[in-house]
């Protein structure tokens, strides 16, 4: 929404100026004698009748350019206002003076540590609010409040953390310098920090709709019974740049729709991104007004300290209000960079009614009219406002100054973001500016400060956090909670092979180790089966009546199969959660899950069901996210590999994604082809991250072919686990060669071990290997050893003691891209040849017979592969390699997969 459109009309445009004034003198009484409701009420009925006789109504989702709440609606805080300055004032120097002295370093490579001083600058008043007032540590009666921290404001944290006695000079000292494990994170990662960050917030747009999607887990939770989460609240502070990114927005109709009043974003309105204004032609708060009220959200705007409520009070005119709405963005910023004196001239100096509300006031009580975000009592006001709405999430929109305080070193500067080194004078100004007590003959050395323990800013300090529960931030990182894993037999219906006659697919097998699980009386209710509109898809429609659908309201329809057994039953305390076509809000509803050990100390088993080719590559973001916040669970991408999908097509069909799950370090993932392996692979993940609870998740692809399952063969659980068995020897013989697979092209393999023998006399034995990536980790950790060992016995990988023990060269097909089995390549025995058959290029719609020919991953292409691989190694003729292609009809001048 354009400036210009908030602009109210002039005079000029009203045809009877003398019965608008009617009107609105109308409007003030019933204000007046009958309070704000009876006007809404009126107001809410004369649009009604308004639209019964079709009057194009004007449309507006803004308020004026002013404070939500008048001074008389202000809660008052209940604090010390003069001691929560200073506190304020010593975290602003500490933050600042870690950042320089991090960036005064000169190593010998060069380079500059980085940091930021001017984001916490601009929110200090409102993180001492809600540290002070509002923030709920967990506690006995409390499961504590979650708060999205804005990362680049982490210097603030790590300041008020210094003063609590909670993070120390030295760790101080290390900030950004975490290698010797003495140091601070550049921003909130749990990883890094694991008993202090709880959400990762820097990689811009992702704390949004986790901390959503966050608010109604915990409303899921109480919904449910598995937890009290009535008193808890999830906040969330973003910078008004950040909200330009797609997720920032992109899940706000959910909150409101959901009516998630635990839910409040607080967006620090300094209109300045990194580069310069982030809407220098227009009002960036009366944008997000606009966006956040159309959605059903609470908005409270916080934009003038106490200083304006006496100009505005005396502004009969309106001319002060109209000045405000129409001065742009990019204006402010400048006229805050500037001095009073050109605030009087460029603002107030506008029109006479406005120079004439200042003209008692010097430039210097110009300069100190505070925007909204920089008045403690204001922002107090605000947070208690939204923190007691009910019935909507809220939004507060809080104008402040980056860099506030700063001085010409960076306030309001295009530059202060990137601000990380001050001069003497610049600290200077600032130590007096806000009243640090330290010496000129120490600021040299740039000194933190922190009083002593008896004083009463440091008694205050500690007896709000005490009387709020604990200090914060702060990370659980085990459940209380124990649970035993019930034993692998208990799957038996996957892991045992399929009756004469009968065919399933590995998706099928998921989902009748999850109907058994759910059976469990201890685990049942903690599975949370988390949906993307694809539950007919994979086969999950049984679960519909069975455990229900989450959604708040319930089912106040009567849903169109409903005299069918599996009918569409949503109900108020349903364990799926279903989230539409919308894998990045699926993924971040099971983030919330599989961290609630941590955020609610429940320990929860989600199971997120997609298409395989809408993950890592839609929601990579947030999978790298959720390693960093050290999730446990299953994601499990249905219908994966590039050729399994018949008739899909180029968007649907993946054959990476088991390298993109490959790039973080605490995803596990594999790519059965059976079964019993998805059995044990299941059986395992739900053993080590819920009884043994370790900070790994499981990334498992399924498969929608049908086809007959062998079983689990006893003995080989272990080798299942580490990504490589052998699933069916050769016969005896001289010419010998290792087939071996995942996933759907595993049975190709097994196709082609018939034909080797038949056509071409050579035995083969194969080997199914369910985890390439897994293979790729254990043999790059025994190379390493290695490296760091050279006196001690080397370590042999996985995959050379299972090949070590064979002859032949070794031929790897899979349904994904070479790279994800050429990764093995170094842990094959020396001198044996290794190929490589993957399915590189875009996918297309086809069968899966022409699919697989099309990519050379079929059984005829790993049959010429394992000739070839013979040949070179002499021991057949090259001729009979020519004449397996001849035979098998392959067309040598085809184009390569990849460029086709």
């Given at each position: 929404?354009?400036?210009?459109?908030?602009?109210p009309?002039?005079?000029?445009?009203?045809?009877?100026?003398?019965?608008?004034?009617?009107?609105?003198?109308?409007?003030?009484?019933?204000?007046?004698?009958g309070?704000?409701?009876?006007?809404?009420?009126?107001?809410?009925?004369?649009?009604?009748?308004?639209?019964?006789?079709?009057?194009?109504?004007?449309?507006?989702?803004?308020?004026?350019?002013?404070?939500?709440?008048?001074?008389?609606?202000e809660?008052?805080?209940p604090?010390?206002?003069?001691?929560?300055?200073?506190?304020?004032?010593?975290?602003?120097?500490?933050?600042?003076?870690?950042?320089?002295?991090?960036?005064?370093?000169?190593?010998?490579?060069?380079?500059?540590?980085?940091?930021?001083?001017?984001?916490?600058?601009?929110?200090?008043?409102?993180?001492?609010?809600?540290?002070?007032?509002?923030?709920?540590?967990?506690?006995?009666?409390?499961?504590?409040?979650?708060?999205?921290?804005q990362?680049?404001?982490?210097?603030?944290?790590?300041?008020?953390?210094?003063?609590?006695?909670?993070?120390?000079?030295?760790?101080?000292?290390?900030?950004?310098?975490e290698?010797?494990?003495?140091?601070?994170?550049?921003?909130?990662?749990?990883?890094?920090m694991?008993?202090?960050?709880?959400?990762?917030?820097?990689?811009m747009?992702?704390?949004?709709?986790?901390?959503?999607?966050?608010?109604?887990?915990?409303k899921?939770l109480h919904?449910?019974?598995?937890?009290?989460?009535?008193?808890?609240?999830?906040?969330?502070?973003?910078?008004?740049?950040?909200?330009?990114?797609?997720?920032?927005?992109?899940?706000?109709?959910?909150?409101?729709?959901?009516?998630?009043?635990?839910?409040?974003?607080?967006?620090n309105?300094?209109?300045?991104?990194?580069?310069?204004?982030?809407r220098?032609?227009?009002?960036?708060?009366?944008?997000?007004?606009?966006?956040?009220?159309?959605?059903?959200?609470?908005?409270?705007?916080?934009?003038?300290?106490?200083?304006?409520?006496?100009?505005?009070?005396?502004?009969?005119?309106?001319?002060?209000?109209?000045?405000?709405?129409?001065?742009?963005?990019?204006?402010?910023?400048?006229f805050?960079?500037?001095?009073?004196?050109?605030?009087?001239?460029?603002?107030?100096?506008?029109?006479?009614?406005?120079?004439?509300?200042?003209?008692?006031?010097?430039?210097?009580?110009?300069?100190?009219?505070?925007?909204?975000?920089?008045?403690?009592?204001?922002?107090?006001?605000a947070f208690?406002?939204?923190?007691?709405?009910?019935?909507?999430?809220?939004?507060?929109?809080?104008?402040?100054v980056?860099?506030?305080?700063?001085?010409?070193?960076?306030?309001?500067?295009?530059?202060?973001?990137?601000?990380?080194?001050?001069?003497?004078?610049?600290?200077?100004?600032?130590?007096?500016?806000?009243?640090i007590?330290?010496?000129?003959?120490e600021?040299?050395k740039?000194?933190?400060?922190?009083?002593?323990?008896?004083?009463?800013?440091?008694?205050?300090?500690?007896?709000?956090?005490?009387?709020?529960?604990?200090?914060?931030?702060?990370?659980?990182?085990q459940?209380?909670?124990?649970?035993t894993?019930?034993?692998?037999?208990?799957?038996?219906?996957?892991?045992?092979?399929?009756?004469?006659?009968?065919?399933?697919?590995?998706?099928?097998?998921?989902?009748?180790?999850?109907?058994?699980?759910?059976?469990?009386?201890?685990?049942?209710?903690?599975?949370?089966?988390?949906?993307?509109?694809?539950?007919?898809?994979?086969?999950?429609e049984?679960?519909?009546?069975?455990?229900?659908?989450?959604?708040?309201?319930?089912?106040?329809?009567?849903?169109?199969d409903?005299?069918?057994?599996?009918?569409?039953?949503?109900?108020?305390?349903?364990?799926?959660?279903?989230?539409?076509?919308?894998?990045?809000?699926?993924?971040?509803s099971?983030?919330?899950?599989?961290?609630?050990?941590?955020?609610?100390?429940r320990?929860?088993?989600?199971?997120?069901?997609?298409?395989?080719?809408?993950?890592?590559?839609?929601?990579?973001?947030?999978?790298?996210a959720a390693?960093?916040?050290?999730?446990?669970?299953?994601?499990?991408?249905?219908?994966?590999g590039r050729?399994?999908?018949?008739g899909?097509?180029?968007q649907?069909?993946?054959?990476?994604?088991?390298i993109l799950?490959?790039?973080?370090?605490?995803?596990?993932?594999?790519?059965?082809?059976?079964?019993?392996?998805?059995?044990?692979?299941?059986?395992?993940?739900?053993?080590?991250?819920?009884?043994?609870q370790?900070?790994?998740?499981?990334?498992?692809?399924?498969?929608n072919?049908?086809?007959?399952?062998?079983?689990?063969?006893?003995?080989?659980?272990?080798?299942?686990?580490?990504?490589?068995?052998?699933c069916?020897?050769?016969?005896?013989?001289?010419?010998?060669?290792?087939?071996?697979?995942s996933?759907?092209?595993?049975?190709?393999?097994?196709?082609?071990?018939?034909?080797?023998?038949?056509?071409?006399?050579?035995?083969?034995?194969?080997?199914?290997?369910?985890?390439?990536?897994?293979?790729?980790?254990?043999?790059?950790?025994?190379?390493?050893?290695?490296?760091?060992?050279?006196?001690?016995?080397?370590?042999?990988?996985?995959?050379?003691?299972?090949?070590?023990?064979?002859?032949g060269?070794?031929?790897?097909?899979?349904?994904?891209?070479?790279?994800?089995?050429?990764?093995?390549?170094?842990?094959?025995?020396?001198?044996?040849?290794?190929?490589?058959?993957?399915t590189?290029?875009?996918?297309?719609?086809?069968?899966?017979?022409?699919?697989?020919?099309?990519?050379?991953?079929?059984?005829?292409?790993?049959?010429?592969?394992?000739?070839?691989?013979?040949?070179?190694?002499?021991?057949l003729?090259?001729?009979?390699?020519?004449?397996?292609?001849?035979?098998?009809?392959?067309?040598?001048?085809?184009?390569?997969?990849?460029?086709?």
């Open positions: 929404m354009s400036a210009e459109s908030q602009v009309a002039g005079p000029a445009s009203d045809p009877d100026t003398q019965e608008t004034r009617e009107w609105k003198d109308a409007l003030a009484a019933v204000i007046q004698s309070g704000p409701a009876r006007a809404h009420f009126l107001l809410e009925e004369l649009l009604e009748h308004a639209r019964q006789h079709s009057i194009d109504l004007p449309f507006s989702a803004t308020t004026g350019y002013v404070n939500t709440l008048e001074p008389e609606q809660a008052r805080c604090g010390n206002i003069a001691i929560e300055k200073r506190l304020r004032a010593y975290m602003r120097w500490n933050a600042m003076a870690m950042v320089v002295r991090a960036n005064r370093l000169h190593p010998a490579d060069g380079g500059d540590l980085g940091g930021h001083i001017g984001s916490f600058a601009s929110l200090a008043s409102m993180w001492g609010a809600g540290f002070n007032h509002f923030w709920h540590a967990e506690s006995e009666g409390h499961g504590g409040d979650c708060i999205y921290f990362g680049h404001s982490a210097p603030g944290i790590y300041a008020r953390a210094f003063l609590e006695g909670r993070i120390t000079e030295e760790q101080l000292e290390n900030f950004r310098q290698v010797d494990g003495k140091g601070l994170s550049s921003y909130p990662h749990p990883k890094l694991p008993g202090f960050w709880q959400f990762p917030t820097v990689s747009g992702l704390g949004p709709m986790m901390a959503i999607y966050q608010a109604r887990f915990l899921y919904a449910r019974g598995i937890a009290d989460t009535a008193k808890r609240k999830v906040w969330i502070f973003l910078g008004d740049g950040e909200m330009d990114e797609p997720e920032s927005k992109g899940a706000i109709g959910l909150a409101a729709r959901e009516k998630l009043d635990n839910l409040i974003f607080v967006i309105c300094n209109l300045q991104r990194l580069d310069g204004p982030v220098g032609n227009g009002k960036i708060i009366q944008e997000l007004e606009g966006d956040f009220r159309g959605a059903g959200w609470n908005v409270i705007k916080v934009l003038w300290g106490k200083g304006w409520d006496e100009l505005l009070r005396r502004d009969t005119s309106g001319r002060l209000k109209q000045l405000m709405m129409e001065t742009l963005d990019g204006d402010y910023q400048t805050r960079a500037m001095d009073g004196a050109y605030l009087r001239k460029h603002f107030f100096g506008k029109y006479p009614e406005t120079a004439k509300l200042v003209e008692h006031m010097t430039d210097d009580d110009l300069w100190e009219l505070r925007r909204g975000g920089h008045d403690p009592e204001k922002v107090f006001a208690h406002a939204a923190q007691h709405h009910q019935g909507q999430p809220t939004l507060l929109l809080v104008k402040t980056k860099g506030y305080g700063m001085g010409k070193a960076g306030e309001a500067k295009n530059t202060v973001h990137q601000t990380k080194k001050l001069s003497d004078e610049d600290i200077k100004y600032i130590r007096d500016r806000f009243s007590p330290i010496p000129d003959s600021l040299e740039l000194p933190y400060y922190k009083p002593a323990d008896d004083t009463p800013e440091m008694r205050y300090l500690h007896e709000r956090r005490k009387a709020l529960g604990g200090y914060l931030p702060q990370r659980r990182q459940a209380d909670e124990h649970f894993v019930p034993a692998l037999d208990t799957f038996k219906a996957v892991i045992e092979p399929t009756a004469e006659g009968r065919e399933i697919s590995t998706t099928q097998a998921y989902v009748r180790f999850l109907t058994q699980l759910l059976r469990d009386k201890a685990l049942g209710p903690r599975v949370v089966p988390i949906l993307v509109d694809e539950a007919r898809t994979f086969g999950m049984g679960l519909f009546r069975q455990i229900g659908i989450y959604n708040p309201a319930g089912q106040r329809y009567t849903p169109v409903r005299d069918q057994v599996m009918y569409y039953k949503e109900q108020t305390d349903g364990q799926i959660l279903q989230e539409g076509i919308n894998e990045a809000g699926g993924m971040c099971w983030i919330a899950a599989a961290t609630s050990y941590s955020t609610n100390n320990i929860m088993i989600p199971f997120f069901v997609y298409y395989s080719m809408f993950g890592f590559q839609r929601f990579g973001d947030f999978a790298w390693g960093d916040m050290q999730a446990r669970g299953f994601i499990l991408g249905g219908t994966s050729t399994t999908l018949n899909e097509g180029l649907h069909e993946d054959g990476h994604s088991h799950a490959n790039t973080i370090p605490n995803c596990v993932s594999y790519d059965p082809s059976f079964a019993h392996e998805v059995g044990v692979i299941m059986h395992h993940g739900l053993k080590r991250m819920v009884e043994k370790e900070n790994v998740y499981f990334y498992i692809t399924l498969l072919e049908n086809y007959a399952m062998p079983g689990l063969k006893a003995g080989t659980e272990e080798q299942i686990i580490k990504g490589m068995y052998l069916n020897p050769g016969a005896e013989g001289d010419k010998r060669v290792q087939l071996l697979g996933g759907s092209i595993l049975r190709e393999s097994l196709e082609a071990q018939k034909l080797l023998a038949a056509d071409w006399g050579v035995q083969a034995d194969v080997w199914s290997c369910p985890s390439f990536n897994e293979l790729t980790r254990e043999g790059q950790d025994a190379d390493r050893w290695n490296l760091l060992h050279p006196l001690e016995k080397p370590r042999v990988s996985f995959v050379a003691q299972q090949l070590g023990k064979t002859t060269p070794v031929v790897a097909s899979t349904d994904y891209m070479k790279n994800y089995a050429e990764q093995i390549r170094p842990f094959i025995p020396a001198g044996r040849a290794y190929k490589v058959l993957g590189d290029g875009f996918g297309r719609s086809d069968f899966r017979s022409k699919l697989r020919e099309h990519f050379e991953v079929n059984r005829h292409y790993i049959t010429v592969a394992a000739l070839s691989a013979l040949a070179e190694e002499g021991k003729p090259k001729a009979k390699v020519a004449d397996a292609l001849k035979k098998y009809g392959i067309k040598t001048d085809k184009i390569n997969p990849l460029n086709a």
